[in-house]
């Protein structure tokens, strides 16, 4: 077991192992967000430092909402309609980061620093984006922070979000869908 | 110049570069969320992979807000006060792991995750937190998200948030204050 | 200059130094091999450890040749048309791993190991690969043992592939195309 | 098992792998060398890339005795008491750096770098330290010289160390205390 | 289990894990290509970084002909004889790098890159070489191209090679010597 | 420049930038350990990974002391000669890991344990090391202790080795030659 994944003797690899397929197929967009990430899972070999997902958005305006990977660097291409993305830099000066990107674009996210992509077309959007670990990581920044297991202490999140504690816990009563459930 | 340094030629080096005074001087947290780090800055090296600061919290109800560090894991002691002190998982899960905190007590936040720190008792709270990079990154999720310096299209925050569009315009209208200028 | 390019300051940084055009574009290829590699270039900043590359091939039958990344792992997925991929495993072994690729389907080639591409479909054929590496590396083996920029001593050659001297010399004195020209 | 200890399930975690308390009692320096590190144990997960300890010194004159850490870099600050520390550069120069430290102070002993810490005042002193690896291993450089669990050659470290070869068989066959029992 | 080896409890480790003899035998030959590579196995301990090897020549031609290793630099020193040594640069320049070595001379052969050693004297010649990785990997170039387990499709060699297809179907029915087992 | 050595261009290196000559001849064995180590320089490029040595020792007792390398696992074969051989494992333990190497025998002495070579033969003795870092670091132990090139205070050397106080200041007056002065 190497990163909790099973090993197999190399000797007993096939290209299975080396094998995903579905990639064509679109993703279930019919959530509160409206994207969805397909991830690439390839079975028995787990040391490849790289991984590939597919995210599909639907028309205006599915989002792939904010969230970082930390421990990957991501690479998206867009294949298919227009999205507006962006990221954060990290303190102290915050810079926003944005670009439009039509098909044939490319845009990079650093590690760990929050990101976004947000179909601002009125079609579909796909796209495909590789990140520099097998297990890159996911937080989806509204659901770890308003939608923990178990509540997050209001009034940490009232004093951190500026929010009233009355919102805080709306929010935190609400469903928060999982459009990228990566483990 | 390595990771934004200058490296000093080896031969050159003194014991200055490698001492920092200060970290008995409480730091101000006459701020929003009643909390200061202050940072270990040791001149002319930068390859040692570990880095160091003094954390201080204003009596009840000092916090230091949601934050990761895109780079490294954190391990944190209190040397006074009572800290409730939490962190989430990645997806799917956003596990809410917690703890208080009392001197000599000691807390780990693993690389990348959501955490924060909370002083619930009613004095001032003190603790020393050494990170896994001498570059650590620091990203105050509520800077990040409303505070940044271009905003994020507001309708991009209403959906991620599940928030009114004039609430995340407020938020946005408004001062964030930066407890953790790390750079 | 880290890994043979300027980085940036990063307050300098633009969303154009994470952003590049163009992947909607067919490569040309009307060479030798039937395909051309189009990589991303985003400028100033070259720590990202991932990176990606469009690959084109002529319908039946444009070959990306046997090649090695140096230091990279690579994931491919085929956008278009039929690819007949595989590589063989490290000595003592040298097993043969294949597969027949479709629309959406993804192969894995492990670090250093020789691989292939083969359009076996009468449609041109296109791929996106990303690999684990902003600076993967490309050593083509036929170019870089028959068509180097001095030739190697023809006795090595004619020893270790068991060829006639004669064709040593005749393959030597060919052009050998490149469809992938990363450096 | 990763570096000789169990990985858990990172479903099956809980705060309690996360934490640990103690660190506010002082350990016990009734020794030869008075003083005593006590390092923070953190079942369960042991990737973390770093760790704590707290060092105890008893008063005029507690050292902590010459020692390297083969995989860490250190740094300390000093909760209270004066300490007298240094390290030695690697050849050929040998250059010696010190430094007297009072509460507050911060110092960093490069990765693989004989050093030691002494009280030179005469109240009990106190520091963290903190280390850029979760197994950093010590050889505290008397014991492992002169009380390895077999005898080096005698011959050999008379040699290395000028000494009469009464005195290395002293040595050997006294006691050396540890007063610092990582592993 | 730490890359494919059973790792011991290091309370369990005698000095017999850090040992290996042979490297004074001359490896048999008396093979294809005039050369044999012997490697040195420690059994027990498998995160070292770094192995060693020895490698014999035939009298005048005998070749270690061209390879790889995907994980590791190479640096070789001549015990005795001559040996003419040379590896290609990655695309697109594929420069050919050589020089003749005597006794005592030492070349670096970097990470990935296809090299060879050539006996061009009329004694047996002999060499060390180090490399920078526990477990670097060997890919014989012919014999991966031609030699592997299952035959590469020969319209792909035939392409890649510019060779004519009975001479691939000549060349993959062949027998391809090993000289170099590692795995 | 990366680790203290200007970079070239890689299209402006030639075959001498991984070359080295000299390891046939016997280093100067005339000092108070009757030791030298010779190192391999390759100039221009070090991002290698591994570095090289020869080790000479005078006939009984040539010594190379008991030092560390800080960055670096070494693996040694012996040329001619016999060499008594042996590393300490760290805290707690300080197990003494011993053998006696003949012509051909192969040991490996892990990063940053302290180690040492001492020829119990009549002859000269003759190894090549290498060692798993382009830039490995040596401390050689009694060097860094007693002949930094400012005194230790005598009472922590005193204190940590259980030496009077007049033979350390003894130890200190000496000179302590420097048979490895690699940097």
Redesign the interface.
Known sequence: ?IN?KL?K???L???ED????????PGNTSN??GSMVTP?I?SG?NT?????VRIDFAPY?G?N??H????????L?V?QGTL?V??????????????VL?????????????H?Q?NIGHTNAVA?A???SQNP?????????????????P???A?????DKN?VNQ?QS?F?S?N????
Chains 1, 2, 3, 4, 5, 6 share one sequence.
Not at 68 to 75: D, G, M, S, V
Not at 86 to 99: E, I, Q, W, Y
Not at 102 to 114: E, K, Q, R
Not at 180 to 183: A, E, I, L, S
């Open positions: 077991f909790g090993c003797d190399p000797k690899a096939t290209p080396f094998f995903f397929s579905g990639l064509n197929i509160q967000v690439v390839v070999l490849f430092g790289i991984s590939l305006v989002l909402p904010l970082t990977h930390p421990r990957a660097t991501e690479i291409v294949v507006y962006g990221f954060v830099t990290s303190n102290p000066d915050n810079r926003l980061f944005t670009k039509y098909p044939g674009d490319v845009f990079v996210f650093p590690l760990g620093l929050i976004f947000f495909f590789a990140l520099s990581g996911v937080v989806t920044i509204a659901n770890a922070v308003f939608g923990s297991d178990a509540d997050i202490n009034d940490v999140l004093k951190a979000f500026q929010l919102i929010l609400r928060w999982d990228d459930n990566r483990n």
